[in-house]
């Protein structure tokens, strides 16, 4: 977290916007100020400290001085982003005033964009007035204090979920195939795991994990004429009761009934 103080504004250093008209991916680098990102258009894809970070539009991201960063993935052409860099206060007292999080998504985005606007200007040298730019930042770092002092700070993505779809891929069928086993066997916290990958795909990892045992349990009733039975068990399911009624739960269809109605399509093509 950032920590906010107010008795002497913060110190800008250089400011701007980013846009681009093409993929584009940030370059790996170490910075020993403080920056500051919101998201205006598009994603932009950063990894730091070991973590993976999507900032969105409307989103913020605090960077650390000595952080080294850099894109982990190309950002489609219109990604556009506000980046500030800056310094703590000259004189900082005892206690922050508050503590602003790192990575969070505002909830009131037009207020933000206004202040970063006018933050711009007077970077660009749009004031006489001596060091317009370190207090129109420190009005800024004090909304978004205010906006996201009852919010709860958005988490980063554990750059091994490349490594966990694809462990979860290859064991999507085994028997005992669970989100507790999945977590032990990649050293993740289960609460953590289930939490990280609902936020990024939007459902449950066991949701993915029913995904992959009934599109493969339609390819074996589709391409051979193996008892139902004897699909159930390729896909981890020794039970074929249970399986007929997950899979209708899941298809909306009996796997006898998905079955013909796949051989009647077939053979309709035909």
Known sequence: MLPLYVHEPYRLVMAGQFMSDETWSHTDRTIYDYELIIGVSGVVFLETDGLMYEVKAGDILFLMPGERHRGYRLSSPGVSFYWFHFHLPETLGSEPLRLVPRYA??????????????????????????????????????ELAEQLEHSNELEAMDPRLPQLLEWTRLHALDRDISVERIAAHLGYNRDYLSRMFKQKFGSGLLNYIHHIKLET??????????????????????????????????????????????????????
């Open 217 to 270: 349990a339609k390819e074996i009733l589709a391409d051979s004429k193996l008892h139902v039975k004897e699909v159930a068990v390729q896909v981890g399911i020794a039970d074929d009761k249970q399986f007929a009624k997950w899979f209708k739960r899941l298809s909306g269809v009996t796997p006898t009934a998905y079955r013909e109605a796949f051989a009647r399509t077939r053979l309709n093509k035909d």
């Open 105 to 142: 998504e505002c909830s009131n985005q037009s207020r933000v964009h206004i202040l970063a606007r006018q933050l711009l200007h007077a970077a660009n040298g749009g004031y006489r007035i001596p060091r317009a730019g370190d207090y129109y930042l420190t009005c800024l770092l004090i």
